[in-house]
């Protein structure tokens, strides 16, 4: 089945190469017409739960501009201005605070401008080690004395033994800024520069106090001499990263598209001239590619590819630098969602997501107005030690694949609320959020 799985997602590549222009870069007229004009606010609460940060919650409040419809850019852009405040935190002690702003054709030019300011601390950020041999084996206990196929007998084994309970965790505090530019060459064709800037704490678990027991050595402890040699000699510290890309999209409606291509490659420089601590690059590459056969059914596809080079500490490994979001991989609720988040992490890392998206109904009243869909999904990925090994070497058994569904709901089109549920061999988890995953 994973072989098959792989072989689909290389047909949604290939056939999307060979459609680049059969879309066009303007909104559909079904979306034109309930679009709205000026300035409106939305918002919910975020809530969600899984095993890795209990319960989540926080609130989002969202201020839109859509601007005029006599604006030269209203038919092209799902709104002029996106402005978000979020606060966000868990049980488990992940605090998330952002303010995020996001401008298409920015005073009536060709650029976008997307840019954030954001808190971001993970008391039990997860870390499953590294490497492409390390993302083939079983959990354990920290002496490796024990294996478990699955999360929930690895957490049923720490109800007896609570001083291990901290084995594949870690604290990171990361407060970051970043500053993207995007600019169309053509209707379709955008140039992609941007920077970020993010201090890095790191700091174990092992010997320090958890819920009263003492917890033993961690695996970050166990792989540190490791970790801080790949990295060039330290964990922690700055980050200083330049980005410049491309991206080519042909979607109807960004956030939430029936019909359309897109393609990126993003290539990340973080360097000690730049006032970084770290020298490594970044390779990236990612496709999506969206068809409606009919206007309630929507069919999404998506593979994504990234590889690095050089002293990169292992919590930047981890990250796919897309040009419009750097998502976390593979594991977690936007690349594998039936494994936890950073389960397999290496050098080179792959992912493939399939989706059927199927609206069964829409609501309005009160000036305001909701789509439901239902969804189903599977998804794959691989980790590699070497760039080229997805194409020469790419052990098709070794793929993680998780699958599962849940229910999608678009208000006022732009704001876009997933209730999702993912399954896999070793875990089943949920994501309650904003945006759909591709």
Request: glycine content about 10%; hydrophobic content about 35%; proline content about 3%.
């Amino acid at each position: 089945m994973k072989k098959h799985f792989c072989f689909l997602i290389t047909v949604v590549l290939v056939v999307s190469l060979g459609t680049l222009s059969g879309f066009s870069a303007h909104l559909s007229e079904d979306v034109l017409s309930k679009k709205k004009e000026g300035y409106y606010v939305t918002g919910l609460p975020l809530v969600n739960y899984t095993s890795d940060d209990g319960f989540g919650y926080g609130v989002r409040a969202y201020l839109y501009n859509n601007g005029s419809k006599d604006d030269m850019y209203f038919d092209r852009a799902p709104y002029s201005m996106q402005l978000y405040a979020q606060y966000w935190a868990t049980t488990n002690g992940i605090q998330y605070h952002e303010l995020n702003l996001d401008m298409p054709y920015v005073a009536g030019t060709k650029w976008r401008l997307k840019s954030n300011i954001a808190y971001d601390k993970s008391v039990n950020e997860n870390f499953f080690g590294i490497g492409e041999e390390n993302s083939h084996r079983k959990l354990t206990n920290f002496t490796g004395t024990k294996e478990f196929s699955t999360y929930s007998g690895l957490m049923d084994y720490y109800e007896d033994n609570k001083d291990e309970s901290r084995y594949y965790h870690y604290t990171i505090f990361r407060p970051s800024g970043t500053f993207y530019l995007y600019r169309d060459i053509t209707d379709e064709l955008k140039l992609v520069l941007g920077t970020l800037a993010r201090k890095n704490f790191i700091t174990s678990w092992g010997g320090r106090d958890f819920n009263g027991d003492t917890q033993q050595p961690t695996l970050l402890d166990q792989q540190r001499a490791y970790l801080t040699d790949a990295a060039g000699g330290t964990l922690g510290g700055w980050i200083s990263m330049a980005r410049i890309g491309f991206a080519y999209d042909t979607r109807d409606f960004e956030p939430d598209p029936h019909k359309g291509y897109y393609a990126d490659y993003v290539c990340e420089i973080s360097n000690k001239v730049i006032g970084s601590d770290f020298d490594f690059v970044k390779h990236n590459v990612q496709a999506m590619y969206y068809v409606s056969p009919v206007s309630s059914l929507t069919f999404g596809g998506r593979a994504g590819y990234t590889t690095a080079s050089g002293d990169i500490p292992f919590y930047e490994e981890s990250c796919f630098g897309f040009a419009n979001f750097r998502r976390v991989g593979d594991g977690g609720n936007r690349t594998l969602l039936g494994y936890k988040k950073n389960r397999f992490v290496a050098k080179t890392m792959t992912v493939g997501n399939l989706d059927a998206r199927w609206k069964f109904t829409e609501l309005s009243g009160g000036g305001q107005r909701f789509a439901f869909s239902v969804i189903g999904f599977v998804e794959s990925g691989n980790v590699y030690d070497d760039a080229a090994s997805p194409v020469t070497s790419p052990k098709w058994n070794y793929y993680h694949t998780s699958y599962g569904g849940g229910l999608v709901i678009a208000w006022n089109l732009s704001t876009i609320i997933h209730f999702l549920y993912g399954m896999s061999r070793e875990d089943a988890n949920i994501s309650i959020d904003f945006d759909h995953r591709f």
